[in-house]
């Protein structure tokens, strides 16, 4: 699995308090593999099965195989792919 699913998370407010949770792609990714294998009847019974279905399998891989061909790309241009972080947000951009 790439770095790249450690650090795009799934912002998600809890309907009960609002409180904001913060998921991984790779804690999506691990539920789903989970709940393939668990055998709870639903979301209630396991929380790895309530994670698995809020983002799509195939798009989360879909997203780390481009960004693993875009690191590939960098490197033979001697470069390198990073995630930067809020203390390096351009200012002129506005926060989302």
Known sequence: MTV???YVV?????PSCGLENDLTLSQILLS???????????????PPFYFAGL???????ELLTVWR?????????????????????DPRQPAR
């Open 4 to 6: 790249l699913a450690n």
């Open 10 to 14: 799934f912002k998600l407010a809890c």
């Open 32 to 46: 789903q593999d989970l709940a393939a294998e668990c055998s709870c009847r639903g979301e209630s019974e396991c």
């Open 55 to 61: 983002l799509d399998h195939v798009d989360i891989e």
């Open 69 to 89: 061909r875009l690191e590939t790309q960098a490197d033979r241009q001697g470069g390198k792919l990073e995630i930067l972080g809020p203390a390096h947000r």
